[in-house]
């Protein structure tokens, strides 16, 4: 079952949900109203993790532009592109997977809106996110991570659709931003 969160920077609003054997889909829904689901597997989030730990900051680096024409600094997106070979619509999700990570405490950002950069703060990313994940599942749902009933699936379905709604404009950036 998905759940609504938000991104660091620009209050972009998606969906993601993380499976029993650790792989995470998030989605999002474009200006033009295509909906897009990334799907990281284990693995490659194990990969980034790792890869978050080998240095002090880490840039996000998820320019589109940039990403399509290889020249991103290095970062998440441009890791998750060039050396996990995920799509561009994949690596640019890096500030989608680092609001996560960072809202699980896996990782640190260092407070920024612009530059933003993001450290390793627990060795072990997988348990954080389950925990942060039935949080979330709790407080939009009022269910536990792993309950399923139609009831539940149906109210997950409608959260997503009404992402416009889903949080005050006043308190968040404007929705329509995917970063």
């Known amino acids: 079952m998905y759940v609504i969160d938000i991104t660091l920077g620009h209050g972009g609003l998606f969906n993601w949900l993380i499976e029993a054997a650790g792989t995470v889909r998030i989605r999002r829904r474009f200006a033009g109203g295509q909906v897009y ?6 693995d490659k989030l194990d990969q980034l993790h790792d890869f978050v730990g080998e240095s002090e900051w880490v ?6 532009e940039k990403l399509h024409y290889g020249a991103e600094k290095e970062g998440l997106g441009q890791f998750l592109k060039e050396v996990l070979q995920m ?15 960072v809202k699980a405490s896996a990782w640190e950002d260092n407070g920024r809106r612009r530059g933003m950069a993001f450290r390793r703060k627990q060795s072990e990313w997988q348990a954080a ?9 709790q407080q939009q749902t009022g269910i536990a991570a792993g309950y399923s009933d139609e009831e539940g699936e149906a109210e997950a379905e409608q959260l997503y659709f009404d992402l416009d709604s889903a949080f005050d404009v006043n ?7 995917n970063a």
Not at 37 to 42: D, L, T
Not at 59 to 64: E, I, Q
Not at 87 to 100: E, H, N, R, W
Not at 129 to 137: D, F, G, I, N, P
């Open 37 to 42: 689901v990334n799907v990281y597997s284990k």
């Open 59 to 64: 840039p996000l680096a998820n320019n589109v």
């Open 87 to 101: 799509d561009l619509a994949s690596a640019q999700g890096a500030s989608q997977l680092a609001a996560i990570f």
């Open 129 to 137: 996110l389950m925990a942060y994940y039935s949080t979330r599942l």
């Open 171 to 177: 308190q968040h950036p404007s929705p329509s931003s």
